[in-house]
C-alpha cells in the first residue's frame, strides 16, 4: 500500500489546469488503487507565512530560546508539514507557472519543510536528504511553451532529491495561453501520460 500525498498550489481555484490535473491523477490512483492510502492538501487555503527575518529562525533547533507567538505557530506548521511528508512514501505535485516561477504558496511550502536535521542534512560528501519518498510527480501547468528548458523544471529536479525523494517525474500540459484548441490538447496529452504513470 502506498501513503500518497497530493499537493495543490495553484490560486487560480476552479480555473486551475494544475489543480485539474491532480484531481484527474487522484481519481485515476482511486480508481486502480483502492488500496492505497491518499491525502489531498491545497496549499492556496493552507495560508502559510513567507520567511522573513523573525521566522528564518525556527528554522535552526530553537532549545532554550524564547519564541515569540508567531515564531511558535510557524514552528508549529512547519513541524506538522513534515511530520505529513514523513508519513507518505509518494507525493504528486501540482503547479502553476506564474511569472516564470512556481507559485509563491508553494515556494513558501519548500520553505517551511526545508529544515536541517529534519529533511536534510549535510555530510562531508554534500547534502543528504532524509526523506523516505520514492516517487515525485510533478503535475505542471503553463501558458507558454518551454519544453526542456522550464526553468521550474530544474527548480524540482533539484529541490525534491535534496530532500530525500529518490525518483522525479515532470508531466506538463503547455501552452494554456495559446487559445482554447491548444489548450485542450495539452491537457489531454498531460492526462494521457498521466494515466499511463498512475498505472
Ligand atoms: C499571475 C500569473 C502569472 C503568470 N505567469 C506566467 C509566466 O511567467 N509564463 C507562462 O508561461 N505563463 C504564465 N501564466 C499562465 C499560467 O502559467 C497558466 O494560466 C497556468 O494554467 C497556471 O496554472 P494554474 O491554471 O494551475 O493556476 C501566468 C498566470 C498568472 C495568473
Not at 490560486?11 to 484527474?24: C, E, H, K, P, R
Not at 520567511?51 to 506548521?77: F, H, M, Y
Not at 501558458?143 to 530525500?164: K, R, S, T, W
Request: hydrophobic share 40%; with cysteine.
Amino acid at each position: 500500500m502506498r501513503k500518497v500525498l497530493f499537493l495543490k498550489s495553484s490560486i487560480l481555484g476552479d480555473y486551475s489546469q494544475s489543480n485539474a490535473l491532480v484531481d484527474f491523477a487522484i481519481k485515476n490512483w482511486e480508481a486502480n488503487h483502492p488500496n492505497d492510502k491518499i491525502t489531498l492538501r491545497d496549499l492556496n487555503e493552507s495560508k502559510l507565512p513567507t520567511l522573513d527575518s523573525e521566522l528564518v529562525s525556527i528554522l535552526r533547533p530553537t532549545d532554550g530560546i524564547e519564541l515569540s507567538s508567531r515564531q511558535k505557530e510557524a514552528l508549529a506548521l512547519s513541524d506538522s508539514l513534515i511530520a505529513e511528508l514523513k508519513a507518505h512514501d509518494t507525493l504528486v505535485i501540482g503547479t502553476p507557472l506564474y511569472n516564470y516561477n512556481i507559485s509563491s504558496q508553494l515556494k513558501n511550502y519548500f520553505d517551511l519543510v526545508c529544515r536541517a536535521g529534519e529533511t536534510f542534512k549535510y555530510t562531508e560528501k554534500g547534502p543528504e536528504g532524509l526523506l523516505a519518498i520514492n516517487e515525485a510527480l510533478v503535475l505542471k501547468a503553463t501558458g507558454g511553451i518551454y519544453g526542456e528548458n522550464a526553468v521550474i523544471d530544474q527548480f524540482f529536479n533539484q529541490i525534491l532529491p535534496f530532500i530525500g525523494v529518490k525518483k522525479v517525474t515532470i508531466i506538463s500540459a503547455e501552452g494554456i495561453a495559446y487559445g482554447d484548441e491548444m489548450m485542450q490538447s495539452a491537457i489531454a496529452g498531460a492526462k494521457d501520460k498521466i494515466e499511463k504513470y498512475v498505472g
